[in-house]
């Protein structure tokens, strides 16, 4: 069974920061690129290749870093200098790049306020 769990969110004060983690199960991890987006849309925000190639939305160029740990199966999103406007849900996306399945996780709520 595929499964995404998203974790790390939580309630942070403009300028600070926040690490998410999604943690995956029940498929070939590094077969997957992994993608994180947020509501509005699901906008996307960071990408992360299976040989780590990333690739940014230019809202979050230079304040969120992709990662991920193909031992633990986990994709991570450091996000530092956060905005009121970052405020959202953050999903998790594993897209298989053979086949271009996609599975999503149920989100995580990040709100960035004083």
């Known amino acids: 069974q595929v499964q995404l769990v998203e974790s790390g969110g939580g309630l942070v004060e403009p300028g600070g920061s926040l690490r998410l983690s999604c943690k995956a199960s029940?498929?070939?991890?590094?077969?997957?690129?992994m993608v994180w987006h947020r509501q509005k849309e699901r906008e996307f925000i960071a990408r992360i290749s299976s040989?780590?190639?990333?690739y940014y939305a230019d809202s979050v160029k230079g304040r969120f870093t992709i990662s991920r740990d193909n031992a633990k199966n986990t994709v991570y999103l450091q996000m530092n200098s956060l905005k009121p406007e970052d405020t959202a849900v953050y999903y998790c996306?594993?897209?298989?790049?053979?086949?271009?399945?996609?599975?999503w996780g149920q989100g995580t709520q990040v709100t960035v306020s004083s």
């Open positions: 029940g498929f070939t991890f590094s077969h997957y690129s």
């Open positions: 040989d780590s190639e990333t």
């Open positions: 996306k594993a897209r298989n790049e053979y086949s271009g399945a996609e599975e």
